[in-house]
């Protein structure tokens, strides 16, 4: 048996937090957009973390399968990447004139990244996804965007839906919705828009939450490059959220086609802050004269933290290794299910899995499952895709296994 | 920005479809139409149509103006709104010699609605008067929030990102209710619903009272487990979309 988890310290510090901070904890990391479904079966602050755990305020300890929503890679606290970073900070950070670590890393992507012929560097993914429709904009001089319904690109006004807080009309006015995997829409869209649609964005397969995640059919990618190309619309490949963890060379090198722009952010620099703009020659003058920047987009110390952390998931093949760590868990929690008679899908690709129980549409079940995961020390999430790490070890992922299997049962004997 | 004609739809099913629980909740109203058999018919051009139904002590609403008493027509659903706003006068097709129900007990049921429905803050000092006042806030919102998912533009769009189910919506053990999302058409059911798809429950009447009013926010209330949700989850997501909008129309 497994120790169940309490959080008094979670729940006192959340207090004082949500008297000064609007939610408490907002965004992705908060329990409301986390589904911390109950809230109480989850941790709510960290105290520490180091390789593939984080400890909670209570002292709690967790294999982390959210890997901070993607930026730990490596394992937190890298010490390849924590040496480089630590060594820039030394000699400067936040400079007047940038360091030339910013070119370096510029000229390493450039190197690594399949469709990249010059990289741009920001902070978050969201600023590189707007700063690629903005590209897209500028070069074809069009308004209208295609998206992949399920889609995640960021929180500025035109990733949103017209229905969320503060959006109008004209924020969403020019995007077009078509399903993923459908390239008929997709050429529906460019028959009734004609000359008029700027760029397609897209992650490299279908990451929604909520639901089992989705991989490019047959030709998919082929058949949208070659509309793209024929048409004049730039494609944008989303590759927050999948980067380095599927191709070290980009998710577009993965499913055999290039990209005109790749974004880039989460696995990058290990958790260091930093996000990249690659893209084709085609495009650079016209971000060049683009006005685009930020305080910190220019700091060197995540430019070398990043460098490090590329420089080594590229000596240690990194996305071969995560599929390995991806296959074997994978296989481990769907007998443990089985054991207990459920039927656990595991989708998407295996170094960013989903997991849903079938057995109920309504995801109660799931739900409850994932709270005795979370309650005995795997932090796992009940709504999105989920992250690998190179330090998580096998016997992680023996541990991971009998925890999922505990919680089956609890599951089982509680349905009776 | 309110549509008018999605407004008629509240006005008609949400808010005129309100007296119905409140001859339920409030003794007063009882008495009201204690001994009446009478339907008044709401026939609104390019808008809604119903007919609010007293008979043997109960009241109901349903759909179409066809089967009643009282015709009441409007020229616009502008001309719907005004009268619910109490700024047009409506003047009957049908059932003159039943005017005096339409001119003194109705008038009197809806000036009652308006008390529980816009309390004045002390009012709500009352336990009784407090419960029946938000009860019939949650029926109106509930109501609300499905005939924004059906007619009012932005409203459909969310309805759109919501699977077919069940929602139940609840406060505490006090107060059930169901939105049901079939093809992205909603429909409200003002009872507890037999299965549930998704859920959101209010802890407690108070804080229902609080979210109603927009005192506190709900995605603040889920961290501190006042406000609980789960099953398909995106479901009662977009409903609190939409729940944002009902402020707009009901303001």
Request: one cysteine or more; a negative charge.
């Amino acid at each position: 048996m497994h120790k169940i988890y309490e959080y008094p310290k979670s729940r006192e510090y959340f207090a004082r937090a949500a008297a000064v901070i609007p939610s408490g904890i907002y965004g992705h990391q908060g329990p409301a957009e986390g589904c911390y479904i109950p809230v109480e079966a989850f941790p709510l602050f960290s105290e520490r973390a180091e390789g593939t755990y984080f400890w909670d305020v209570d002292g709690n300890r967790f294999i982390d399968y959210m890997c901070a929503y993607g930026p730990n890679v490596l394992g937190y606290n890298d010490p390849d990447v924590d040496a480089a970073a630590a060594a820039q900070r030394k000699k400067g950070d936040c400079v007047t004139a940038p360091s030339t670590k910013m070119i370096e890393f510029a000229e390493l992507l450039v190197d690594t990244v399949a469709s990249a012929d010059w990289a741009f560097f920001a902070k978050n993914g969201n600023d590189v996804t707007t700063l690629s429709i903005m590209a897209a904009r500028a070069y074809t001089r069009r308004k209208k965007i295609v998206f992949f319904k399920g889609y995640y690109h960021g929180v500025s006004p035109w990733t949103q839906k017209i229905d969320y807080p503060g959006i109008i009309e004209e924020d969403v006015a020019n995007n077009i919705y078509i399903p993923w995997n459908d390239v008929s829409a997709f050429e529906q869209a460019i028959a009734e828009n004609p000359g008029q649609i700027a760029a397609v964005i897209s992650q490299p397969y279908m990451h929604g939450n909520f639901k089992d995640n989705e991989l490019p059919a047959e030709s998919f990618w082929k058949k949208i490059r070659k509309l793209c190309t024929d048409n004049g619309i730039v494609l944008v490949i989303d590759d927050v959220r999948a980067g380095f963890r599927l191709d070290l060379a980009g998710s577009d090198h993965y499913y055999g086609f290039e990209a005109d722009l790749i974004c880039f952010c989460k696995a990058i620099a290990n958790g260091y802050n930093v996000s990249a703009l690659c893209g084709k020659d085609f495009l650079k003058s016209t971000v060049s004269g683009m006005t685009y920047t930020g305080s910190y987009w220019l700091s060197a110390v995540p430019f070398a933290a990043g460098i490090a952390c590329i420089t080594k998931m590229r000596e240690l093949d990194l996305p071969r290794l995560l599929l390995e760590k991806g296959l074997k868990l994978k296989e481990g929690l769907i007998a443990a299910g089985k054991k207990h008679g459920f039927d656990l899908h595991v989708s998407g690709e295996p170094a960013l899995f989903y997991l849903r129980i079938a057995d109920d549409d309504t995801l109660m079940l799931h739900q409850e499952w994932i709270a005795e995961c979370v309650k005995r020390g795997v932090f796992f999430t009940n709504h999105h895709n989920h992250f690998l790490n190179y330090a998580l070890s096998d016997g992680d992922i023996a541990e991971t296994v009998s925890i999922a299997d505990e919680a089956f049962a609890v599951v089982a004997n509680r349905r009776g | 920005m309110i549509d008018n004609r999605a407004k008629a739809f509240i006005n008609m099913f949400a808010v005129l479809g309100t007296v119905t629980r409140l001859c339920e909740l409030d003794k007063e109203a009882q008495a009201l139409i204690a001994d009446s058999n009478i339907s008044i018919g709401f026939a609104v051009k390019n808008g809604p149509s119903g007919t609010l139904r007293f008979n043997n002590g109960k009241a109901s609403i349903e759909r179409g103006a066809s089967d009643c008493t009282i015709r009441l027509p409007f020229g616009s659903c502008e001309r719907f709104n005004g009268m619910v706003d109490g700024t047009v006068t409506p003047f009957p097709s049908k059932g003159f010699t039943k005017i005096g129900f339409l001119m003194k007990r109705f008038t009197k049921l809806t000036d009652i609605l308006t008390k529980y429905l816009r309390p004045e803050p002390e009012a709500l000092d009352d336990e009784d008067f407090f419960r029946i006042s938000t009860t019939l806030m949650f029926h109106v919102i509930i109501e609300a929030i499905a005939q924004i998912g059906n007619e009012d533009a932005v409203g459909r769009q969310s309805a759109s990102y919501i699977d077919d189910g069940i929602a139940k919506l609840s406060i505490g053990s006090d107060v059930s209710a169901g939105l049901k999302a079939e093809n992205h058409r909603l429909t409200a059911i003002h009872e507890e619903p037999d299965s549930f798809t998704s859920y959101m429950t209010f802890a407690d009447m108070k804080l229902a009272r609080q979210l109603f009013d927009g005192k506190v926010n709900a995605v603040a209330c889920v961290g501190t487990g006042l406000l609980r949700i789960g099953g398909l989850v995106p479901q009662v997501d977009n409903i609190s979309r939409i729940l944002d909008r009902v402020a707009l129309y009901l303001a």
